[in-house]
């Protein structure tokens, strides 16, 4: 009588109990039915986030400003060809890089060379020559050197010295004139600085004055404009130095190129400092 309760209590849970594998398979609980799934594709999908790309002005200067004449610091983006260009249309027609000719006109009319024609040194007139003849010389070179720098695939950008010796940042800054960095990072040549300033002094030889429109006065420009480079790339080097003096005015168009130096110094002090005190 027993064994029959028995069987009469268990029939009811034995038919509640899975018999095949697939029964105890839970993964299609979650699936949506048919209808679900059709009002599910009525939905667009959601867009795919993309890579930000890199502005030309963050690749030639970290904060997005670019100097208006000095040559921006190299930072961790190649350039291509349309970011020399980007930089070459700034520093040519930029107002800081066309009014900085007409302070040196005026040095040379303040003291004219000797045998200049009258018109080439006296009134307007001569003011007017000697301001076209320097945007001219400028004009030529940056457009020349910018074509070299896309010819011989060479950064444009500057690589400020690693060294803390004044006299060693110097010799970097003078050696840069002549071998610089190529756009994959190895020396090379500067061959954009020798034709810039071929084109800076060759390009006189069309329209100076008798005397003046020589081979020997376009070496003597053209070994004029190197030096020049060599005084924009020491300026370069110590540009933490004077940097935070020109942040501080706030002039239009005129801006450091080396303001993430700028901003790290603090930070650098700091460390050395403390690196100082442990080595005590």
């Not at 028995?6 to 699936?31: A, M």
């Not at 400003?65 to 070459?88: C, G, R, S, V, W």
């Not at 930029?94 to 040194?121: C, Q």
Request: hydrophobic share 40%; charged share 20%; net charge positive.
């Amino acid at each position: 009588m027993r064994a029959v309760v028995l069987l009469i209590t268990l029939v009811p849970l034995l038919t509640r109990v899975p018999l095949h594998p697939q029964d105890f398979d839970n993964s299609n609980s979650n699936k949506p039915n048919d209808a679900e799934a059709t009002q599910l594709q009525k939905f667009p999908e959601a867009p795919k986030p993309q890579q930000p790309s890199t502005p030309s002005d963050r690749k030639t200067s970290p904060w997005g400003k670019l100097p208006a004449i000095l040559a921006p610091q190299i930072t961790e983006q190649p350039l291509n060809a349309a970011d020399k260009f980007h930089l070459y249309v700034h520093q040519a027609t930029n107002p800081v890089s066309l009014m900085v000719p007409a302070f040196w006109v005026g040095l040379t009319i303040a003291n004219p060379p000797d045998h200049y024609p009258r018109e080439w040194k006296d009134g307007a007139g001569a003011f007017g020559r000697l301001y076209g003849s320097a945007l001219v010389k400028r004009e030529s070179q940056l457009a020349v050197e910018t074509l070299a720098e896309v010819t011989f695939r060479e950064d444009p950008r500057y690589l400020p010295s690693a060294s803390h010796n004044a006299f060693i940042r110097i010799a970097h800054a003078v050696v840069f004139v002549i071998i610089d960095k190529s756009d994959s990072g190895h020396n090379r040549v500067a061959f954009s600085n020798f034709s810039g300033a071929a084109a800076n002094g060759f390009i006189g030889m069309a329209y100076l004055p008798a005397g003046y429109n020589d081979i020997a006065h376009a070496g003597q420009s053209s070994a004029s404009t190197l030096s020049g480079f060599a005084l924009s790339n020491i300026a370069n080097e110590f540009c933490p130095e004077w940097g935070p003096i020109m942040i501080r005015m706030h002039l239009p168009f005129v801006h450091p190129p080396c303001e993430d130096r700028i901003k790290a110094k603090p930070a650098n002090a700091a460390k050395a400092a403390n690196t100082r005190i442990k080595t005590k």
